[in-house]
């Protein structure tokens, strides 16, 4: 910490750093989207069954490759400003970005054991109890995506059951790139060079849950009860925790994306069940149940690493609510990072709404 600044001081600076930086990134990913958006429909019909898919990887891909591209151009622009702050070593943010999708022969299978972990010991679990407890949530997240709106992204689930299961295929993937990238690749990831990690973990996950407590502005949203938004948006906060505390401790983004795009596969098959008049006892009986066993079985099968993950998860966890001896906080400085992590998680969202 420099001579005579305060720790709320250097708090304060080093999230206004971030912010700078997160608004370059914001201001590259909407000029590259330009392409997908005005593009795309002067080549194909919108109304295309083949528009939605392609949009969406369209999306994904680009975005994948502005984020390096601005991360380059940010630590460029930034480079004096970046030496004030406590970084452990002078990095490339743009590689380190890269090799979050670095996969080799010799990881392979435990970054795909993860994957398998999150998606039947988190995901699946918590989507089933949200719906079988809360059996309205269903019919507010079949109705926020406006499947039939004019300019909706989401029209295959109106469509028949190939052409649905055609585009699950493939766009349930592109959604989870697009998300896992920018939320846990790029907020996550790059905050923790700024600040300490259970911050950057805290800011980009509230940014995460308010993107789904956002649908309560959209059209089919008003009238219905705001208990369900707020339920999407505990669920969205509480996964992103977990998806970038798992991040952050392996630097691997393979899991957390295979487990996200499979959890988008079932949960569409949810939402298409009930578009087409069909009760979630369906899904509760023929989807759900059979992976909710086999998750036991993999939680009694893996239960040692199981255990030894939560134990470090719980203890990094907690070290959010202790004093950052690093700058030499008080017990106030800490309640005044917390405000203010949250504080800058819904600035960094406003941002988001407006440029992305």
């Known amino acids: 910490m420099r001579r005579n600044e305060t720790p709320l001081k ?8 971030f912010l700078f930086e997160v608004l370059i990134i914001f201001l590259g990913i909407f000029i590259f989207m330009l392409i997908p958006t005005f593009l795309l429909p002067s080549l194909i019909d919108s109304n295309s069954v083949i528009f939605e898919p392609l949009y969406n990887y369209l999306r994904a891909l680009i975005l994948i490759a502005a984020i390096p591209l601005c991360l380059y151009l940010a630590n460029f622009v930034m480079e004096k400003q970046r030496k004030k702050l406590i970084l452990k070593e002078d990095i490339s943010p743009s ?9 080799t022969k010799k990881n392979f299978k ?3 054991l993860y994957g398998v972990l999150l998606l039947f010991l988190i995901f699946i679990p918590l989507d089933f109890f949200t719906y079988f407890l809360s059996p309205d949530m269903l019919a507010y997240v079949s109705g926020v995506l406006n499947p039939a709106g004019e300019f909706s992204l989401n029209s295959y689930f109106n469509e028949n059951y190939y052409i649905f299961l055609l585009s699950i295929i493939f766009i349930p993937l592109c959604i989870a790139l697009y998300e896992e990238s920018l939320f846990r690749g790029f907020l996550t990831h790059r905050g923790s060079d700024y600040f300490n990690k259970m911050s950057a973990v805290i800011i980009s996950s509230f940014f995460f849950g308010l993107g789904h407590f956002s649908y309560i502005f959209t059209r089919p949203s008003p009238g219905l009860p705001i208990i369900f938004p707020l339920i999407w948006f505990l669920q969205a906060f509480l996964v992103g925790i977990i998806l970038s505390m798992v991040v952050q401790r392996r630097h691997w983004i393979f899991p957390v994306i295979f487990a996200h795009t499979l959890n988008n596969v079932i949960s569409s098959f949810s939402i298409w069940n009930y578009i087409n008049g069909n009760s979630f006892s369906f899904m509760t009986w023929y989807v759900y149940l059979p992976l909710l066993i086999v998750g036991i079985f993999l939680f009694i099968w893996q239960f040692r690493r199981i255990k030894e993950s939560l134990s470090i998860g719980v203890k990094e966890f907690k070290t959010y609510f202790a004093r950052d001896k690093s700058i030499e906080e008080r017990s106030s400085d800490v309640i005044n990072r917390i405000i203010f992590d949250i504080l800058f998680g819904l600035i960094i969202f406003l941002i988001g709404v407006i440029i992305l």
């Open 95 to 103: 590689r380190n970005f890269i090799n979050f999708f670095k996969i």
């Open 10 to 17: 250097m708090i304060l600076r080093q999230r206004f750093y």
């Open 110 to 112: 435990f970054q795909l």
